[in-house]
């Protein structure tokens, strides 16, 4: 039944036409049908030590999912991909798999990686489909957690809770749950109603979500450390970085997150800042990771007149996922490689106008490994834009109550956490971006899964 790969070759999850794409802001790939999803499962050679499961942070069971797949055992594959992973469908579609199990497949020496992330999805959404729900305990204890931050770190820390017969409260400053999954990743990549029926599981199993809540503001942090058993803190680090050059504060110049919010919330119907629109504009984003290319493409749906992102290395060194980069390059997207900002032109009325760049070249390798970034003299070059996303990086936001209570941040303003993801306060525990600084929504889960597990054994000890 396995071991199919000389007969079967790798084909990915079809993809819309980036014309056909680029009218709408639904997701571009097909789920696999129930025969391909077998075939491709079948793919795999069942390594005895699986560099995929170990590559994978969740460690999900990736060899035994793809098996029963292949038998066509959904059931079974379903229970399977829940058991470590609190969304696997939204993963499935949204890891960077080239870096993560897909890249460390034995079969990814030239046969192509057995595609993981779209059985993955396969698996779930199908399941989902037949009427399938994830198991969560329904006998709860009287032990009671309060999560501040309802994103990826803090859904998955509620969903390990509940398995574990712990009752959740959480509390959220957005309207919506999710996070970045809501308000960040656009619906391109994730359609919106994933994380809404994962809350609705949630709710189903007796989570309770307080939306438009934020802990330092509309409750005090005090209080839930009083009335719950243990607190756990996902706030993310959402705060944007702008290049440090004449002009980044014009008008018409956006950090990612305040244009990428304000574009979703007003495809949510919710109130936004309309002064960001891009709409017959031109558009010039700074930046080469997955941010960067979430606003490219974001600025074409929104009829921006010409897009272009502007990175000082070049394509091999992007930062983000190749997928992506080539998704946007598919739907119209210029690429000005080996560029680097130096003003954010404006006219008198302090429109902008354009962006003065200097060339840039690779030079030596950095600690890491990483080839310096260099200029090139008298290299400057202007790129006429009405409109400058900078897609730059996070930082943590510093709130008053972490401070105030004793929570320890390290020197980039995360919140320090020991082996059991407890921070410097005890009862008091962190993970996700806010612990690790911007990272991703897989690590988020297992960062939520794995205090969940340190939580429960601490109360019921
Ligand atoms: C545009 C963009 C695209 C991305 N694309 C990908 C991708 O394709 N794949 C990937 O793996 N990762 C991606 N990431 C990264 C990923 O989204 C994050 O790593 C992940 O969401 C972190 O999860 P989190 O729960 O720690 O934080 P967040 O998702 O930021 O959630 C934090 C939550 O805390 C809430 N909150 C904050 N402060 C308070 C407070 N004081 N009181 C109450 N609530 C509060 C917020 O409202 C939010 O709901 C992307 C990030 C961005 C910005
Ligand atoms: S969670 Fe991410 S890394 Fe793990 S198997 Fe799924 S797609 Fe791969």
Redesign the pocket.
Known sequence: MMQKFFDLERIDAKKRSGGERIKDFNEIYEVFSVNKASNQSARCIQCGDPY?HN????H?L?PHWLKATANKDLELAFALSNEP?PF?EV??KI?P?DR???GDCTLNDGHGAIT??SV?TFINEKAFEQGLKPMIQTKMSDKKVAIIGAGPAGISCATFLLRKGIQVELFDKQARAGGLLTYGIPGFKLDKTDIERRVGFLKEAGAIFNQNCEVGKDIAFEDLIKKFDAVFIGVGATKGRRATIKGADAKSSYLAMEFLTAIQKKNFGEEYDKSIAVKDKRVVVIGGGDTAMDCVRTSLREKARAVTCLYRRDANNMPGSKKEFINAREEGVDFEFYSSPKEVLVDEAGDIIGIKMIRTELGEADESGRQRVQEVENSEFVVDADVVIFALGFDPVKYDFLEANGIELDKWGGIKVDKNYESSKSGVYAGGDCHRGADLV?TAALDGREAAKAIAEKIFA
């Open positions: 995929c590559k994978c942070p969740l999900n990736i992973s696997p993963l499935g890891c798999h993560l199990c897909e993981i992330g993955e897989v």
